[in-house]
């Protein structure tokens, strides 16, 4: 079709041109330059350029003088762009895989001309992304070819120390260009992820004739075996880049296509591009490209060119204190050690050995048993750096793995202990729980003891008391009381023969006696649980004095008086009766006041007449003969209350006592000298 029939039919979508005529012109930079939300948000522009490459997807890639820019087309354009055409497109932006383009586009060809000149770029000029959909060449030496299931050719091209991927159509002649220094000419893409970052950058030729040789490698049929102990050590006049021979013993291949082979006394791990069926101890020659892994060198991409069987390789004894150098790294190696942890991944079991220089772990095969930790092993495998530290001018390994070629490379030697860290940890918690509930049942049981006790001693306490309240009414009743009686007939008798008062009174002060002995011995007898509580006792107290024969007492309670034990009970009764009777005795009262009430935790007793009054600092001390007060003091200690006396001649008497009911309910005590 001839250049004038194209612009005809290209003229056809002229009225979709009209429609976008006011959308204003952009250029590449500034549409590549767009943010994702600007893109998003459908921009109407116009953009013209050189058409320099499509894609299998209709994507449609165009520069100009600023960049390159890409817009998609639904259909395949008809008649189809020719690279050179000059082409004018309107649409609306749309955010891409990396950079924006236009979406919804009716475009025309508006003439022809040459392609942009391509521009020399780098490894680090394509993953920058700087050149991306641009018209791009670039020079490097072809590592290795393939071709995918829809026929695509995939060359890797290594610019410098770093891989780029050539893509173009079927090219079968491809694999010929192995080791061979090429220019390829054509557009800067990549592997975009799912973060918009670029991951591998590619160049697209439209065909072969991209692709310009520029240096032959030497035949492989002439270049020299060479030891593995110089891959990459220093040779001033080495030829870099390219395939070196290297010959050596089998010593394993794993399924994922790693060979590790031994060359006299160094060992060297194999990349191969297409992976084969080796043996152990198999000899083979190999040409590969050299690189440096994380510690040593090894051969990549590599391809055998002979291979002849061999007797099995034997493995080379060590330690894991050995191994820490790095010197037999890609060695087969074998050693004892024990097991520290380990743990089933999705290619076989990952096992912790116990090295306190170095982390070392042993990567098992699928079909071999996880041993426990604890366990003792004699493991033979290929041994691999796989993380390094710098150290001034030396590299030092940091971790090893160990690679264990099958089950049969590990033999177990010892059984770990039964008492394992899980074990031992129950064990460990259920005797801390044991020590607790015996802790708890001890404290609960001395609770129950105490208890227990000082109900005892309380019982023992109130018997004894009770026998010694019984001994006293017995003394009483068979000596004072009895002579009492005697005198009080034989005062009867005199007064009725005379009638002098001063015998009455005699005979009066002799009945209150009396009165007094019998309640003191109807005291003494009565048993504890028989006791009246402390307001009724006193009430008692009061009545006995009406003021018909004397000072009149009075008794003011509260209601909440707490229950006390008898011991005190009694204690409290004696102190408000020897108060009362001092107070008729000594003070010429015509009222006496018990004040009995509760307040705060305390029982507070108050005793108060309206006689004479003293000095209570100089009279409430002990003085010869007077034992009233003295008594008080001591029944108040045996209590462990506090009772003072206050008075001031001529304004009457009061003495107050102050029991904490809690201290006399929660410690009762025994007292052998109350």
Avoid at 256 to 272: E, Q, S, T, Y
Avoid at 280 to 286: A, K
Avoid at 472 to 480: K, N, P, S, V
Avoid at 669 to 674: G, N, V
Wanted: with cysteine; proline share 7%; glycine share 6%.
């Amino acid at each position: 079709m001839t250049t004038a029939a194209r612009w005809l039919l290209t003229w056809l979508f002229l009225p979709g041109i009209c429609q976008a005529v006011d959308a204003p012109w952009i250029n590449a930079i500034d549409l590549r330059s767009l943010t994702p939300e600007e893109a998003d948000e459908a921009r109407p522009y116009r953009l013209r350029g050189t058409f320099i490459y499509q894609d299998d997807m209709n994507a449609v890639f165009l520069q100009d003088e600023t960049a390159g820019a890409l817009f998609w087309y639904k259909d395949t354009p008809d008649p189809p762009l020719i690279p050179g055409d000059i082409v004018e497109v309107s649409g609306v932006t749309k955010t891409g895989l990396y950079v924006p383009g236009l979406d919804e586009v009716t475009f025309r060809v508006t003439g022809h001309g040459p392609l942009p000149e391509p521009i020399e770029v780098t490894y680090d000029d394509l993953i920058s992304g700087r050149f991306h959909y641009q018209w791009v060449t670039g020079e490097g030496i072809v590592r290795s070819t393939s071709t995918s299931n829809t026929g695509r050719t995939h060359i890797r091209l290594a610019m410098g120390a770093r891989i780029v991927e050539i893509q173009l159509s079927d090219y079968p002649e491809a694999h010929s260009l192995i080791d061979h220094r090429i220019r390829v000419t054509g557009l800067a893409a990549g592997g975009i992820n799912d973060r918009h970052q670029l991951n591998q950058p590619y160049i697209w030729p439209r065909n072969a004739f991209g692709i310009r040789i520029l240096d032959k490698p030497t035949p492989a049929a002439d270049l020299e075996t060479v030891p593995a102990s110089t891959l990459l050590t220093f040779r001033p006049t080495a030829r870099t880049g390219h395939r070196l021979k290297v010959s050596g013993t089998t010593l394993a291949a794993f399924p994922d296509g790693r060979i590790f082979i031994r060359d006299g006394k160094h060992a060297l791990a194999v990349k191969p591009s297409t992976r084969g069926i080796l043996e152990p101890g198999d000899t083979i020659t190999v040409l590969g490209f050299p690189e440096m892994e994380v510690f040593s060198a090894t051969l990549g991409d590599a391809e055998i060119i002979n291979h002849e069987p061999g007797p099995a390789p034997l493995p080379v004894p060590t330690s894991l204190s050995s191994m820490d150098d790095g010197s037999l790294n890609h060695e087969l190696v074998t050693f004892q050690a024990t097991v520290a942890d380990s743990f089933r991944t999705q290619t076989g079991a990952s096992v912790q050995l116990q090295n306190p220089d170095m982390a070392v772990r042993l990567i098992l095969p699928a079909t071999a048993d996880i041993p426990a930790p604890g366990t003792q092993l004699t493991i033979t495998g290929i041994c691999q750096v796989e993380t390094s530290r710098a150290a001034a001018y030396n590299i030092r390994p940091d971790s090893i793995a160990i690679h264990a070629r099958t089950p049969a490379d590990i033999i177990v030697t010892g059984s770990p202990s039964w008492w394992t860290t899980t074990r031992l940890t129950i064990a460990l918690c259920l005797l801390a729980a044991v020590v607790a509930i015996a802790t708890l049942w001890i404290f609960l049981l001395r609770r129950q003891v105490d208890k227990q006790t000082a109900a005892l001693r309380e019982r023992i306490e109130t018997e004894a008391m009770m026998l010694e309240r019984q001994r006293i009414a017995r003394e009483f009743h068979d000596t004072l009381e009895q002579e009492l009686t005697g005198l009080s007939l034989q005062l009867g008798a005199a007064s009725a023969t005379s009638s002098a008062a001063p015998l009455s009174t005699a005979c009066h002060m002799v009945s209150r006696i009396q009165t007094e002995t019998r309640n003191l011995l109807h005291d003494l007898r009565t048993p504890s649980e028989q006791i009246p509580d402390l307001p009724t006792a006193l009430a008692q107290l009061a009545a006995r004095h009406d003021g018909s024969t004397g000072p009149r007492v009075e008794l003011h309670s509260t209601n909440d008086i707490p229950s006390l034990p008898p011991r005190t009970l009694h204690h409290l009764r004696m102190i408000a009766a020897e108060s009362v009777t001092n107070a008729i005795k000594h003070a010429q009262a015509t009222l006496i006041t018990i004040d009995l009430r509760h307040t705060a935790g305390n029982l507070i007793l108050a005793i108060t007449d309206n006689g004479r009054g003293f000095e209570a600092e100089v009279e409430t001390r002990e003085k010869p003969g007077h034992f009233g007060c003295m008594g008080i003091r001591e029944r108040a200690r045996k209590l462990g209350a506090d009772v003072i006396w206050r008075s001031q001649p001529g304004h009457g008497t009061t003495v107050r006592l102050t029991l904490s009911t809690s201290h006399e309910r929660k410690q009762p005590h025994y007292d052998p000298h109350r």
